[in-house]
């Protein structure tokens, strides 16, 4: 069953530092999300991305953060100048076309910044 | 804005007991709702959803959901509950905005099964 996968599966930064978080939605699906959930809250959106742009944002995606897709298939988020309180699981999510469909999950990278 | 609300933070149930899990939404036309669930450590599954037609999805593990429009709510149901059911649910809201569709969570609900 084809699934979305996340590279790392957990990491640690110094604070201040840059991260690239990686996903590598399915392979045929057109829309491309992150969220973020810190540690005990709630399941937050931060970016959808559909047709080499961003097509949606939160105001949690502020230019501290980027998208982009640079080859095709891998999907990256990244964090500059890490603060302790980006310290989250960042789940990438992907769907196919249409106007409705399930967003899949992946297992997500796990972000600790000291 | 589209949002959820998922008014039990924990619920506990005794095995073998039957669920509901609460969810209610706010969307200004039909939504698009489904229900996830992740275990601890774990990425997100989805459970079930509703796009349209019958009111009453079901969904795998044994999970059903009935969407009630007048009420605005999408109540997450089993029979009978398993041990291995234990787990965080987030009731999810998509929306439709010139296909860029957004799915918004509840904040969740912890079940804890005892024997």
């Known amino acids: 069953e084809p699934e979305v996968t996340q590279t790392p599966s957990h990491q640690v930064t110094q604070m201040g530092q840059e991260v690239i978080l990686r996903c590598v939605p399915i392979s045929n699906h057109l829309y491309f999300y992150w969220y973020r959930q810190i540690l005990g809250q709630k399941v937050e959106f931060l970016v959808s991305f559909y047709n080499n742009e961003i097509s949606e944002k939160s105001e949690i995606f502020d230019d501290q953060f980027s998208v982009e897709r640079p080859d095709g298939s891998n999907f990256t988020l990244k964090i500059r100048s890490t603060k302790l309180e980006d310290s989250a699981m960042y789940f990438c999510a992907s769907r196919g076309g249409g106007i409705a469909g399930e967003l899949f999950f992946g297992e997500g990278s796990r972000l600790t910044v000291l | 804005a589209q949002s959820v609300t998922q008014p039990d933070i924990h619920i506990t149930v005794s095995e073998g007991a039957s669920l509901e899990l609460r969810c209610n939404y706010s969307?200004?036309?039909?939504?698009?709702l489904f229900w996830y669930v992740q275990s601890p450590g774990q990425g997100l599954q989805l459970l079930l959803k509703y796009f349209s037609g019958d009111t009453l999805v079901q969904g795998i593990k044994g999970f059903e959901a009935e969407f009630k429009r007048s009420q605005s709510s999408f109540n997450l149901r089993k029979p009978s509950v398993h041990w291995s059911d234990a787990a965080e649910y987030f009731c999810a809201v998509g929306s439709s905005s010139g296909g860029y569709q957004k799915v918004t969570f509840g904040i969740g609900t912890k079940l804890q099964v005892i024997p």
């Open positions: 969307y200004g036309a039909t939504p698009y």
